[in-house]
């Protein structure tokens, strides 16, 4: 790959320069010449009132931006890095944020005129790249280990770029998408850091026993993203058809996609769902509220997942020495199990590390964590009793 270190002002980067509000992205500059976000670019990220201000404070003091990177394209260029640096000052020259300067808020053109040149006429050092698409993506990765590191899904959308990306990106990475809030109900992420991107393809893709790498291999020159969207949004309407309830904050990051995949083929009443929902979560032995889901789906068969709350040990040693107590008077096992066995430990005295307590009416039957519902058992016959 060969290299050319170039000198531009910052208004000679900002002539034509487009931003794009709806997709979050800066488009051209150089009077066209320069496409600022490529396909293999993350989104800007960099509007937060922190990052975006810093950028244009470093250049009203003088100081440098640092190293930027184009690739030659034929007769165009692209930024390989820059692109969070010359999307803030762009938005900012053309009027989308502002900073304080001496205590007051001011946008570029409220600045004096000294101010918006000192601006403009900041000379930028840029290295023009010029080598194959591989060469370009490598070194893509490699320069932006450095500020804010690209994820994964980032660093996917780099190797794979093509239609397929383009499209994707455009539906799942778009935060002003209307459908973003009712996503983000059920899935975790910033659709910025392509976040909600990445879960969309992790579902399709797993659907078919694939990595997301090899999903984009395979649909990479696509020229649309029909499968995609339809897998996702069957995900999300199944979720919504069976828990009807506005999504509870503890559903947001569960994994859908899976469940929709041991799940979707079973039959289930809304409502009574909906009315265990309710009860699960106003029942105090259940420590793990977002398991509750999960549990349902698969036939409240593995109450692991809601981590109930276990006994006290007050209620344990209590119980123990009222067992033990009756049981030495009987003459029988201080485990009732094993009293009423046949075997050498019918009349075992068992201390209490030897015991386990467990509920007399399971807890997924109703029975309440408590003393009241508290008996202990030796380990063997606890562990082999179950759920029963």
Not at 55 to 80: A, C, M, Q, R, W
Not at 317 to 339: D, F, H, M, W
Request: one cysteine or more; hydrophobic letters at 35%.
């Amino acid at each position: 790959m060969k290299t050319e270190l170039k000198h531009y002002t910052v208004e000679e980067i900002l002539k034509g320069f487009v931003y794009n509000e709806l997709e979050g992205k800066g488009l051209f500059g150089l009077d066209g010449k320069l496409v600022i976000q490529p396909e293999y670019q993350r989104n800007y990220i960099y509007n937060d009132g922190k990052r975006d201000v810093a950028v244009i404070d470093s250049l009203l003091k003088g100081y440098p931006l640092g190293l930027i990177y184009f690739n030659v394209e034929g007769s165009t260029l692209e930024v390989l890095d820059g692109q969070q640096r010359i999307t803030s000052v762009g938005r900012f020259v053309t009027g989308k944020f502002a900073i304080k300067v001496d205590g007051r808020e001011q946008t570029f053109s409220s600045l004096t005129k000294d101010q918006q040149r000192t601006i403009l006429d900041t000379p930028l050092d840029i290295y023009e790249c010029d080598g194959t698409e591989d060469e370009i993506k490598a070194w893509f990765q490699t320069i932006n280990i450095a500020g804010v590191p690209l994820n994964k899904q980032e660093l996917l959308n780099a190797i794979y770029s093509g239609p397929f990306i383009t499209r994707a990106k455009a539906e799942y990475s778009n935060s002003n998408n209307a459908n973003m809030q009712k996503w983000q109900s059920y899935v975790n992420g910033d659709p910025k850091r392509q976040q909600i991107l990445e879960e969309a393809l992790d579902w399709v893709a797993s659907s078919q026993g694939l990595s997301i790498d090899a999903y984009l291999a395979q649909h990479r020159l696509d020229q649309d993203i029909a499968q995609l969207k339809t897998y996702f949004t069957s995900v999300i309407d199944w979720v919504g058809s069976v828990f009807i309830r506005p999504p509870d904050r503890e559903m947001r990051g569960l994994e859908w996609g899976r469940l929709y995949e041991a799940h979707h083929g079973t039959s289930y009443s809304a409502t009574k769902i909906e009315a265990r929902v309710n009860e699960l979560r106003a029942d105090p032995a259940v420590h793990s509220s977002k398991g509750i889901y999960e549990y349902l789906l698969g036939g409240e068969n593995q109450p692991q997942l809601l981590d109930i709350r276990l006994f006290d040990p007050k209620d344990k040693r209590i119980a123990y020495e009222q067992q033990t107590t009756k049981a030495k008077v009987a003459g029988e096992s201080n485990c009732p199990l094993c009293a009423l066995g046949g075997d050498t430990n019918k009349a075992r005295i068992y201390k209490q590390d030897e015991m386990d307590a467990d509920h007399v009416t399971a807890w997924s039957k109703g029975g309440s964590t408590s003393l009241s519902n508290l008996t202990m058992l030796c380990v063997p016959h606890n562990r082999s009793k179950g759920n029963r």
